[in-house]
């Protein structure tokens, strides 16, 4: 009863955080929105940028997922189009002009994505050791999970998409996301055996692998 009542608690919080996340996330896209129309210059890339890191910050500081927040923004913001269905909202934001001025922000963020990932897989393998990735429990593992992915994959495709087994079912890349989401668990909660030289491992393979589909198919 200890075990269940722990739990509910634990579904609890994971839910009570999430719809709280999800609250916030709704309330700053209004609000952002709202802010894009009100600003007269044309430097609102970099403000909506560092509004968002405030967001991060905050969400962190109150132990919500923050890079569910994050995802949540971009979301919302995509879909801006969708708050027309509220007339009181549709009266007092110019929709027309917010897309406009968001096709800029998806063109400087898209110009900004190659920068971004390769500044951090440089600071990624910077804090790398190489006694971490040349365990043999380490290579064991990541081979293991490796496995566990493309036998998941190859299911997917066999039972559901019964078309195009190839190359598709290698391109299954892990990259910045799963660094981000390994560096936000709490010390506490990570597994021993699980470090950051599996991880790398990991990354590494698949996309080798997904080298190796994509080289196929323009080969065929």
Not at 52 to 65: E, G, I, N
Not at 160 to 166: D, G, N, R, S, V
């Amino acid at each position: 009863s200890n075990n269940l009542g722990g739990v509910d608690d634990w579904v609890l919080g994971i839910s009570k955080s999430v719809l709280i996340t999800i609250l916030f996330s709704a309330i700053f896209t209004v609000g952002l929105v709202w802010l894009v129309t009100k600003l007269r210059n044309h430097v609102k890339f970099f403000l909506i940028l560092f509004l968002l890191l405030l967001v991060y910050s905050v969400a962190k500081l109150f132990h919500l997922p923050a890079l569910l927040l994050v995802f949540l923004f971009g979301l919302a913001l995509n879909n801006t189009f969708l708050l027309d269905r509220w007339k009181w909202l549709s009266e007092k934001i110019d929709l027309v002009k917010v897309q406009e001025d968001l096709k800029y922000m998806q063109v400087s963020a898209t110009e900004s994505t190659f920068l971004v990932r390769t500044f951090f897989f440089v600071v990624f393998g910077y804090s790398l050791q190489w006694d971490l990735i040349l365990k043999l429990n380490v290579i064991l593992l990541s081979f293991g999970i490796v496995v566990i992915i493309f036998g998941l994959r190859f299911l997917f495709f066999k039972l559901f998409a019964k078309k195009h087994l190839f190359p598709e079912f290698l391109i299954a890349p892990r990259g910045l996301i799963t660094v981000l989401l390994f560096y936000s668990i709490p010390q506490d909660l990570q597994i021993g055996s699980v470090n950051l030289g599996s991880v790398f491992l990991v990354v590494v393979i698949t996309a080798i692998t997904m080298a190796a589909g994509t080289w196929k198919k323009r080969q065929s």
